[in-house]
């Protein structure tokens, strides 16, 4: 069974920076994608920054220029770094990994979410 586990959230000042790191384990299918998504209170769920077993890459235009994605393959880890921090970057964010069936749908799973909280 896919397990996620999610790190590095926290408060930080408008402008600061954090980094999301985000572990998977278990048995987990060659071609996939890992990334986050954030929902804020009232709001949906949205992509934030994702990156394929192929290293490529998809941004919300609203992170682009300040946050990057990056993924140690070898140890099934993402990480989100965060610069340039804004009030509205605040959320949960959640860590996301789609195994990809060829022929069929992904299947999905979810880390539990960490907060991140950008205030001053």
């Known amino acids: 069974q896919v397990q996620l586990v999610e790190s590095g959230g926290g408060l930080v000042q408008p402008g600061g920076s954090l980094r999301l790191s985000c572990v998977a384990s278990?048995?987990?299918?060659?071609?996939?994608?890992m990334g986050w998504y954030r929902q804020a209170p009232g709001k949906q769920r949205e992509l934030v920054a994702v990156i394929t077993s192929g290293s490529n890459t998809n941004f919300a235009n609203s992170v682009k220029g300040r946050f990057t994605i990056s993924r140690d393959y070898a140890k099934n880890t993402v990480y989100l770094q965060m610069n340039n921090l804004k009030p509205e970057d605040t959320a949960v964010y959640y860590c996301y990994l789609g195994e990809i069936i060829p022929g069929s749908s992904a299947q999905e799973h979810w880390g539990q979410g960490t907060q991140v909280t950008v205030s001053s």
């Open positions: 278990g048995s987990i299918l060659s071609i996939n994608v």
